[in-house]
């Protein structure tokens, strides 16, 4: 394992501390994990907490900002935040119109958000949470952990921001939360596995020919291993996946997005392909983003993330926003 | 089994899970995210540093584990932290200020430990969790305490607990996983022992040579 660290206990602080120097707009708690705009709450906004494991940044951090999140805790790599964190950021950034969390579906985030958001309310804070489960490659029924939430958190977190900044109640924002998260879609492909520090070595093998499809962000390995295809064949079965489950039509806004390890212009490989797919059963793609934003460490392969967009969405995507890793109109 | 046996089965956990951290993350990257024993000895260090510097120190079997307990909710993170930290610290509402624990009620808070496992985690035996694990255990000690020794010497009860865990643990591999992170590989996850059944298993094997050890002093 080569990896640019000063040692496997102490890439997640090291990286706050850069963070920090790099970004004198946000406060960065280094001790205890929480990142959160450096201007403090605004009366009567509604606050936006995220947070998970670290290894998939920029995601949550680097969305920190004006016009999207006002607080991030990032956990071990990998690892949910602990209560505490969720706890200490929900009351720094509650202006007094309530906290919505927003929360990725996997046990460890539901059950740690849960544990913060019931001791918040204890202490008369009003609290929401919007889950998003966007991943298709997994079946959601009761007899499974339900779906993933991938892509389509940055969605949330982008378009619940720019509805909060402009000063709407809590119910609304989660509400639009919840209907962004109702109209996207995510699938995953990995060309490799990725290597966490504690572990120092590839998560899973995958031989020199083979792919993993419907991987989540986490280095677990996808639901089938196939052979190596040419990228037209490959998104060809990611986003049958995704029109399988949520027909595309309309206009849409789309995500490829890089896992960590993968070069921008095999991302613009792929989101030819994606054009081309969507352009053939009549959906537009009206707004677009391609690159790093959901990562899992360095792992090469990419996720493709679709939202079926309405004018409201698409008016609330082009807010202005103001953070590390997404800024524009402003 | 008073305070001191408590602390003492929380040390041995400390220990006997940093001895077992790669073979747990090592289960863990076969069908999870690779990092469960790293994550249980983070919080079981950090539990046994807690009792040993609590002021005032515990003064209960129950204190011990609801110290515990707060401790791993606090440090750990992940599914994890909340699931072993909800138990420790229902077993230890479940003692109450008793000063000595006796077989019947450990089991007793064994199994309300179990329950807030279950209702937080929504898993029931069979899912390849470590409820797989905690169950059978839990049955093997309320049936053996129907015939305890008279001497009351719960070491050989405690022990067949221990195996009945392990073989629980073991007894996940051929199954297909319904909850947690490995259930994502759908019937990819069978051929693996479950990583969180696999640790229950080596905090019950603690509580057996933590009887053993008390008995020979």
């Given at each position: 394992?080569?990896?640019l660290?000063?040692?496997?206990?102490?890439?997640v602080s090291?990286?706050?501390?850069?963070?920090?120097?790099?970004?004198p707009?946000?406060?960065?708690?280094?001790?205890?994990?929480?990142v959160?705009?450096?201007?403090?709450p605004?009366?009567?906004?509604?606050?936006?907490?995220?947070?998970?494991?670290?290894?998939?940044?920029p995601?949550?951090a680097?969305?920190?900002g004006?016009?999207m999140?006002?607080?991030?805790?990032?956990?071990?790599?990998?690892?949910s935040?602990?209560?505490?964190?969720?706890?200490?950021?929900?009351n720094?950034v509650?202006?007094?119109?309530g906290?919505?969390?927003?929360v990725?579906?996997y046990?460890?985030?539901?059950?740690?958000?849960?544990?913060a958001?019931?001791?918040?309310?204890?202490?008369?804070?009003?609290v929401a949470?919007?889950?998003?489960?966007?991943?298709?490659?997994?079946q959601?029924?009761?007899?499974?952990a339900?779906?993933?939430g991938t892509?389509?958190t940055?969605?949330?977190e982008k378009?619940?921001g720019?509805?909060?900044?402009?000063?709407a109640?809590l119910d609304?924002?989660a509400?639009?939360?919840n209907e962004?998260?109702?109209?996207?879609?995510?699938?995953?492909?990995?060309?490799?596995?990725?290597?966490?520090?504690t572990a120092?070595?590839?998560t899973?093998?995958?031989g020199?020919?083979?792919?993993?499809?419907?991987?989540?962000?986490?280095g677990e390995?996808g639901?089938?291993r196939?052979?190596?295809?040419?990228?037209?064949?490959?998104v060809r079965?990611?986003?049958?996946?995704?029109?399988?489950?949520?027909?595309?039509?309309?206009?849409?806004l789309?995500?490829?997005?890089?896992m960590g390890?993968?070069p921008?212009?095999?991302?613009?490989?792929?989101?030819?392909?994606?054009?081309?797919?969507?352009g053939?059963?009549?959906a537009?793609?009206?707004?677009s983003?391609?690159?790093?934003y959901?990562?899992?460490?360095?792992?090469?392969?990419f996720?493709?993330t679709?939202?079926?967009l309405?004018e409201e969405?698409t008016?609330?995507?082009?807010?202005p926003?103001?953070?590390p890793?997404?800024?524009?109109g402003? | 089994?008073?305070?001191a046996?408590?602390?003492?089965w929380?040390?041995?956990?400390?220990?006997v899970?940093?001895?077992q951290?790669?073979?747990?993350t090592?289960?863990?990257?076969?069908i999870?995210?690779?990092d469960?024993?790293?994550?249980?000895?983070?919080?079981?260090?950090?539990?046994?540093?807690?009792l040993?510097?609590?002021?005032?120190p515990?003064?209960?079997?129950?204190?011990?584990l609801?110290?515990t307990?707060?401790?791993l909710?606090?440090?750990?993170?992940?599914?994890?932290?909340?699931?072993?930290?909800?138990?420790f610290?229902?077993?230890?509402k479940?003692?109450?200020?008793?000063?000595?624990v006796?077989?019947?009620?450990l089991?007793?808070?064994?199994e309300?430990?179990?329950a807030?496992?279950?209702?937080?985690?929504?898993?029931?035996?069979?899912?390849?969790t470590?409820?797989?694990?905690?169950?059978?255990?839990i049955?093997?000690?309320t049936?053996?305490?129907e015939?305890?020794?008279?001497d009351?010497?719960?070491g050989?009860?405690?022990?067949d607990?221990?195996?009945a865990?392990?073989e629980?643990?073991?007894?996940?591999i051929?199954?297909?996983?319904r909850k947690?992170r490995?259930?994502?590989?759908?019937p990819?996850?069978i051929?693996?022992?479950?990583?969180g059944a696999?640790?229950?298993a080596?905090?019950?094997?603690?509580?057996s040579?933590?009887?053993?050890?008390?008995?020979?002093k």
């Amino acid at each position: 394992m080569k990896k640019l660290i000063n040692g496997a206990d102490s890439v997640v602080s090291d990286a706050l501390t850069g963070l920090a120097a790099a970004h004198p707009e946000l406060r960065v708690d280094v001790a205890k994990r929480i990142v959160t705009r450096a201007g403090g709450p605004r009366r009567g906004k509604v606050g936006l907490v995220s947070g998970g494991g670290s290894g998939h940044e920029p995601l949550h951090a680097g969305f920190v900002g004006h016009g999207m999140l006002d607080a991030a805790c990032p956990g071990e790599i990998f690892t949910s935040p602990v209560p505490d964190q969720l706890i200490e950021a929900t009351n720094a950034v509650n202006g007094g119109a309530g906290v919505l969390h927003i929360v990725k579906n996997y046990t460890g985030d539901v059950l740690n958000f849960e544990m913060a958001a019931e001791l918040c309310a204890e202490d008369g804070v009003e609290v929401a949470t919007v889950l998003v489960n966007d991943d298709v490659a997994v079946q959601d029924s009761l007899f499974t952990a339900g779906r993933r939430g991938t892509g389509a958190t940055l969605f949330v977190e982008k378009i619940a921001g720019a509805l909060a900044e402009g000063g709407a109640p809590l119910d609304e924002v989660a509400s639009v939360g919840n209907e962004v998260n109702a109209r996207s879609r995510s699938f995953g492909v990995a060309l490799s596995a990725c290597t966490t520090p504690t572990a120092g070595k590839p998560t899973f093998e995958l031989g020199e020919g083979e792919i993993e499809l419907g991987i989540g962000i986490h280095g677990e390995p996808g639901r089938v291993r196939a052979p190596m295809a040419p990228a037209r064949e490959i998104v060809r079965v990611a986003m049958d996946a995704i029109h399988e489950d949520l027909p595309l039509s309309g206009d849409t806004l789309v995500l490829v997005n890089g896992m960590g390890g993968t070069p921008l212009i095999e991302l613009y490989v792929v989101f030819a392909e994606v054009a081309a797919y969507l352009g053939e059963r009549g959906a537009r793609i009206s707004r677009s983003l391609v690159g790093d934003y959901v990562t899992s460490l360095d792992m090469q392969g990419f996720s493709v993330t679709v939202c079926r967009l309405s004018e409201e969405l698409t008016r609330l995507w082009d807010a202005p926003v103001q953070t590390p890793a997404l800024r524009w109109g402003r | 089994m008073d305070t001191a046996f408590f602390v003492a089965w929380i040390e041995e956990i400390a220990h006997v899970i940093a001895d077992q951290r790669d073979h747990l993350t090592k289960l863990d990257a076969a069908i999870g995210d690779a990092d469960h024993g790293a994550n249980l000895d983070r919080g079981f260090s950090a539990a046994r540093e807690a009792l040993a510097s609590a002021d005032p120190p515990p003064a209960t079997p129950g204190d011990v584990l609801t110290l515990t307990g707060t401790t791993l909710i606090r440090k750990v993170g992940g599914a994890s932290g909340p699931l072993y930290g909800s138990a420790f610290r229902q077993m230890g509402k479940t003692l109450g200020d008793a000063p000595e624990v006796t077989p019947a009620a450990l089991a007793m808070a064994l199994e309300a430990g179990l329950a807030v496992v279950q209702r937080l985690g929504a898993a029931e035996e069979g899912d390849k969790t470590m409820v797989d694990a905690l169950a059978p255990a839990i049955r093997t000690l309320t049936a053996a305490l129907e015939d305890t020794p008279a001497d009351g010497s719960y070491g050989p009860v405690l022990e067949d607990a221990a195996r009945a865990a392990a073989e629980g643990a073991h007894a996940t591999i051929p199954l297909l996983a319904r909850k947690g992170r490995a259930s994502y590989l759908g019937p990819r996850s069978i051929g693996h022992e479950d990583p969180g059944a696999a640790s229950t298993a080596l905090i019950l094997a603690a509580l057996s040579t933590t009887a053993a050890a008390t008995a020979a002093k």
